[in-house]
């Protein structure tokens, strides 16, 4: 299917634990992002990649790690799991041109426990 | 002074009503500009995109003051189904090929039979 999409949709992991989301895109957007979402908080970036192997920190970035191997493929893992990363966490892509809109995958609904 | 500014609301209307958000942002140089939508914390979804001119779609009009920094959308004639968080987009002018975005908190809207 075209488009964006992140798996799992729904996570439930122990406090620790090693845990990654993935996104996939079928566009081949230079970019891609990863955001995550509290009340009161809004977007904030947790990682952004301007192509392949190319990754940059965002504002949040402190207990993830990303990798890009693949233009279209954008792994967000938690190394250690703790509560405070319990949130909704969205990918994004967008193309390199400017003025271009980004795309949203569906989220990822997170608990840490 | 954040970099993207919004009034969280919420704001709640009569259908039918005319209602108004405004957005400032504080990068002079910024490049573009978007409205997105974001129903219940599923994914953000783009509305509009804002052009220097001003433009229409249909119920709903974006506007962009440069010189005031700021961006405006109008929704006319308000429906129950235009209840939403509306978000406000910027991609600032940044050194280097950057299509970072910058968003808003977001405007709670609620539209009352």
């Known amino acids: 299917d075209a488009g964006i999409t992140q798996s799992p949709r729904y996570k439930i992991t122990e406090t620790g634990r090693q845990v990654t989301l993935m996104c996939h895109q079928t566009w081949s957007h230079s970019y891609m992002f990863w955001y995550r979402q509290d009340l009161g908080h809004g977007l904030r970036l947790i990682y952004y990649?301007?192509?392949?192997?190319?990754?940059d920190k965002g504002e949040v970035p402190d207990g993830y790690v990303v990798s890009r191997s693949k233009t279209e493929n954008f792994p967000l893992t938690l190394e250690s799991a703790t509560r405070s990363q319990t949130s909704v966490y969205f990918c994004?892509?967008?193309?390199?041109?400017?003025?271009?809109?980004?795309?949203f995958g569906q989220g990822t609904r997170l608990t840490v426990v | 002074r954040k970099e993207v500014e919004q009034d969280p609301g919420p704001f709640n209307v009569p259908e039918g009503a005319t209602v108004a958000f405004n957005c400032t942002y504080s990068n002079s140089a910024s490049q573009s500009f978007f409205w997105y939508r974001q129903d219940c914390r599923k994914e953000p979804k783009l509305l509009m995109s804002v052009y220097s001119s001003g433009n229409e779609d249909g119920r709903f009009t974006a506007q962009l003051n440069r010189a005031s920094q700021y961006i405006s959308l109008l929704i006319r004639d308000s429906k129950l189904s235009d209840s939403a968080t509306y978000l406000c987009?910027?991609?600032?002018?940044?050194?280097?090929?950057?299509?970072?975005?910058?968003w808003g908190l977001g405007t709670s809207l609620a539209v009352n039979p």
């Open positions: 987009v910027v991609n600032p002018r940044l050194p280097g090929n950057n299509r970072k975005l910058i």
């Open positions: 994004a892509s967008r193309a390199g041109t400017p003025n271009t809109e980004a795309f």
């Open positions: 990649s301007a192509a392949a192997d190319i990754t």
